[in-house]
């Protein structure tokens, strides 16, 4: 198991929801693994783009909150910080209408960085989005 806190479970993450970005565009936690986070998006008219698809934005907003909550249980939170240094978003499929679930998984977790590789699928089970977001871990003030 990755996680700092060796008894977490999914109800811990619910109150990271509520008043942020994440309860905005409708994301919920699904699932919580020994190394791995998911969770699901709708694709409706607050994460769409004029065409009607699944904005590109929407995609990076699941998958920064993903990685960053990730990092952020994975440290000790009374002495470091997680900040994002940097993400990047391939879109490889449109989606509709529906949910999207993301998964996020570690590809290096440092003493000092993290780097998460995060996918978005359909609910069929498609490849929509590949991320990858990097944090920086940082002794708190």
């Not at 490889?92 to 998460?116: I, K, M, N, Q």
Request: aromatic share 6%; with cysteine.
């Amino acid at each position: 198991m990755i996680w700092f806190n060796k008894n977490l479970t999914l109800n811990d993450l619910l109150y990271l929801g509520p008043k942020t970005l994440s309860e905005q565009l409708g994301m919920e936690w699904v699932e919580l693994g020994d190394d791995f986070l998911r969770m699901r998006m709708p694709v409706d008219v607050r994460t769409q783009q004029p065409y009607g698809l699944l904005h590109g934005g929407a995609s990076c907003a699941l998958a920064e909150t993903l990685g960053s909550v990730a990092s952020a249980l994975v440290i000790d939170t009374s002495v470091f910080i997680c900040v994002g240094l940097e993400i990047n978003a391939n879109h490889v499929r449109g989606v509709r209408e529906g949910f999207v679930l993301g998964t996020c998984r570690p590809l290096h977790l440092g003493a000092s960085t993290h780097v998460w590789d995060i996918r978005i699928t359909d609910e069929r089970d498609k490849l929509v989005c590949v991320s990858r977001l990097t944090t920086a871990i940082l002794k708190k003030p």
